[in-house]
């Protein structure tokens, strides 16, 4: 064999074109919540919009997503292929969800009820009692 077959063989698929949907690795995104181990490897399908050189595309980002740079290195993507509903039948499209931001509001402390050091740090934890808004003394 020669060494052109081989080195071809490590190389990524460059075959992708605008329109075209694909997978997204989430290798080095940082902004999705919750624990590392329950993320997903990849996000999408996304819509290709635009192609920047023959090592970049550009995508469409919603959700969690939108906040990060749009255009991703083609060997972070991967073509997407939706399942075949003759294998999984009961499957559905999980879609992207967004968990709801929490009002932060502004609440009084009544009483600090313990404290207590961190694992020996001087990181501090309080227990406290919030008053409660509606039934004020």
């Not at 939706?82 to 709801?100: G, M, N, Q």
């Not at 929490?102 to 990181?123: A, S, Y």
Request: hydrophobic share 30%; aromatic share 8%; glycine share 6%.
């Amino acid at each position: 064999m020669n060494d052109a077959f081989y080195y071809g063989k490590q190389k990524w698929d460059k075959s992708h074109k605008v329109g075209d949907l694909v997978l997204v690795s989430t290798l080095n995104v940082n902004n999705i919540k919750g624990p590392k181990k329950h993320k997903d490897s990849f996000v999408g399908p996304l819509v290709i919009v635009a192609l920047h050189g023959p090592n970049a595309v550009q995508v469409e980002l919603s959700g969690e997503l939108e906040n990060k740079h749009p255009t991703f290195p083609v060997s972070l993507r991967k073509p997407y292929q939706p399942a075949d509903k003759e294998f999984f039948p009961l499957s559905k499209p999980t879609p992207l969800t967004v968990p709801p931001v929490e009002k932060n509001e502004d609440k009084k402390i009544n009483k600090f009820i313990k404290e207590r050091r961190l694992r020996g740090k001087n990181q501090r934890e309080y227990l406290v009692r919030y008053r409660n808004p509606v039934h004020e003394d």
